[in-house]
């Protein structure tokens, strides 16, 4: 069940609220929750999105309103859930899947779990080189590169963050934008 307390300051749980209440929501300077179609609506058609998946159901509607806006092959798919990505692997051998991982165990599954589902991306957390060590870390995500896969880490908020992937994946998730920006230079 995923709340929106973190970038709201409500509480709701997104699977058992009303559109309406979610919509009510002020993200703050005036922004709202936009519904998926809103954000294709709004959006050029040449500007690639990726869907995060957060709950196994909503995977199939996801991808089938994707495919409605003819907007597949700009659209990664990412999800915590290896099944979410599993009902639109099957329901398309050409999907863009990623793999966000939010733990050891997923970690570790992630190199099979990217042949099984001939993923495109994986996406570890920069807190993983605390867990495991520095030098584990890097040889990790060097290894996810080996496999032709495209790497967004996340959530990089720290000079020392920074530097320690920057040279390695192809994408930093990041907090602080103007922060990271500034470290680029």
Known sequence: ??????VAGKKLVVKVSSTAGLKSLDLGLAQR???LEEVLK???PSIPLFVEIKDVEASIPAYELIERYNRLDNTMFISFHPEALEKIRMKSSEAKLGFIIGSLEAAERAPE????LKLQ?????VQGAKYIGKEKFVEYLKRIKEMGLY???WVVNTEEEYKLV?????AIITDNIKYIKKLRR
């Not at 779990?113 to 099984?116: C, G, I, Q, T, V």
């Open 33 to 35: 929750i936009p519904l």
């Open 113 to 116: 779990l990217a042949m099984k």
């Open 166 to 170: 920057k040279d390695i994946v192809d």
């Open 151 to 153: 790497t967004a880490v």
């Open 1 to 6: 069940m995923i709340p929106t307390e973190r």
């Open 42 to 44: 709004a959006l050029p």
């Open 121 to 125: 991306a994986i996406a570890p957390p």
